[in-house]
């Protein structure tokens, strides 16, 4: 199974979502967990026999851009591009290339070109030592400079770069490496999604987002799981996203019976099953949690 097939689903309804918010006025999106079965892959002797959803990073940052937060002076919440030389074992080498290619997406996405070159060259000095140099090529570079303008064409290069790379690392039988970097970049996601929160309000559409990632949490754990074997930096990690996922199980469920796609005043509801309800405190907590995780490791402590 290519990498791209995994996350067909995830862009499709983030698709849909965006289309539903790109409107001036913002809208409460609540999104209902899915209460169909999950879909395996039985016949194929591919790592990834469990279908599982892990948005890529750029899903998440396009969308805290599609409800309205066009904020570009949010340069310090990234990763240094001076901590690379604190990178010399696997784990850190592997956790900061998913980090570095979400901070990647995040200068493209918001049109920050000159830093999108700085951040390409980042990643590619870590992918060379991680063995993806065919697949990060030089001629990237020249593709992003020519685009430096254009958010689309940025976008669209390094959500590339980044499916091409777990493909690579697929393909090589690197699992272990493949997990680690889908957590690094997950964790970055949400490490720049709480931070595009000013004050917490259970409506604001990104909090929204941020509670509906329980969902992405537990699907990411069950892909580590898959690699913990004799794999003792994957185990850590899932240690870290498990004691994360204990402040995601405080969030109550709220059922939802027979509930098709369709407004109720300003709340849109998807699907059917359950909504999560969010307070601060547990929204705080996550919050603190997600932060530690992440500055552990651009820190590599």
């Not at 913990?228 to 994957?234: A, I, L, M, P």
Request: glycine content about 4%.
């Amino acid at each position: 199974m290519k990498v791209k097939q995994i996350f067909i689903t995830t862009i499709i309804a983030i698709s849909l979502l965006n289309t539903s918010c790109s409107g001036d006025k913002e809208e409460e999106v609540s999104i209902v967990k899915d209460t169909t079965s999950v879909q395996t892959n039985e016949n194929t002797s591919s790592n990834y026999e469990t279908f599982f959803q892990v948005p890529s990073p750029g899903e998440m940052l396009s969308f805290i851009k599609s409800v309205g937060k066009r904020d570009k002076n949010k340069l310090d919440i990234l990763n240094s591009p001076q901590n690379i030389t604190k990178y010399t074992d696997n784990k850190s080498k592997a956790l900061n290339f998913g980090i570095y290619s979400t901070d990647l997406s995040y200068c493209s996405i918001f049109n920050m070109g000159a830093e999108s070159i700085k951040y390409f060259k980042i990643v590619k000095q870590l992918g060379d030592q991680m063995g993806l140099s065919s697949t990060i090529q030089p001629q990237i570079l020249a593709r992003i400079e020519k685009n430096i303008d254009n958010t689309d064409s940025l976008s669209s290069i390094t959500d590339d770069l980044y499916f091409t790379s777990f493909e690579t690392l697929d393909e090589s039988k690197q699992g272990g490496t493949l997990a680690l970097v889908v957590a690094g970049g997950w964790i970055e996601s949400m490490y720049i999604a709480v931070n595009m929160v000013d004050k917490f309000d259970a409506s604001n559409p990104v909090i929204q987002r941020i509670k509906d990632q329980k969902y992405t949490l537990e699907n990411l754990i069950e892909f580590l799981k898959k690699h913990e074997t004799n794999n003792d930096d994957v185990k850590q990690v899932k240690a870290d996203l498990e004691d994360l996922m204990k402040s995601f199980s405080l969030l109550k469920e709220e059922k939802i019976n027979n509930v098709d796609t369709k407004n109720e005043g300003n709340k849109k509801i998807i699907g059917g099953g359950v909504n999560l309800l969010i307070d601060e405190k547990i929204y705080t907590e996550i919050k603190t949690k997600i932060t530690n995780i992440r500055n552990q490791y651009t820190q590599n402590q």
